[in-house]
């Protein structure tokens, strides 16, 4: 599975961003898929996660009630909405997919495939 993150840049705090992750090589209908972010210096952070099945959706609780997962498995792609974007959202994004036991996780070991990042950048 090949994965591909669009949609970064720099946004002003407030404002908001929507990151695509485009699978191919196979299909992610039945993967589960999720969203993580890295600064430098620190360790890869979850984001949000959803099961293939459901399906169901985890947020870590600093995008609670801001950011909204969600996919379409006929086009093979992950979405990430993120409002009301703060300065330490700031950090490279990234896609990952995986088959996870338990249909969704967010611990980075889970996945399987990841993709190459892209960057969100919040400031004014």
């Known amino acids: 599975v090949q994965l591909v993150e669009s949609g970064g840049g720099l946004v002003q705090p407030g404002g908001s961003l929507r990151l695509s992750c485009a699978a191919s090589?196979?299909?992610?209908?039945?993967?589960?898929m999720g969203w993580f972010r890295q600064t430098p210096g620190k360790e890869r952070e979850f984001v949000a996660t959803?099961?293939?099945?459901?399906?169901?959706?985890r947020y870590a609780d600093s995008v609670k009630g801001r950011f909204t997962i969600s996919r379409h498995n006929a086009k093979n792609t992950l979405y990430l909405q993120m409002n009301s974007l703060k300065p330490e959202d700031t950090a490279v994004y990234y896609c990952?997919?995986?088959?996870?036991?338990?249909?969704?996780?967010?611990?980075?070991?889970?996945?399987?495939?990841w993709g190459q990042g892209t960057q969100v950048t919040v400031s004014s």
């Open positions: 990952a997919a995986g088959t996870i036991a338990q249909a969704y996780s967010d611990s980075p070991g889970q996945y399987a495939y």
């Open positions: 090589g196979r299909t992610v209908s039945t993967l589960s």
């Open positions: 959803i099961s293939w099945i459901g399906p169901t959706i």
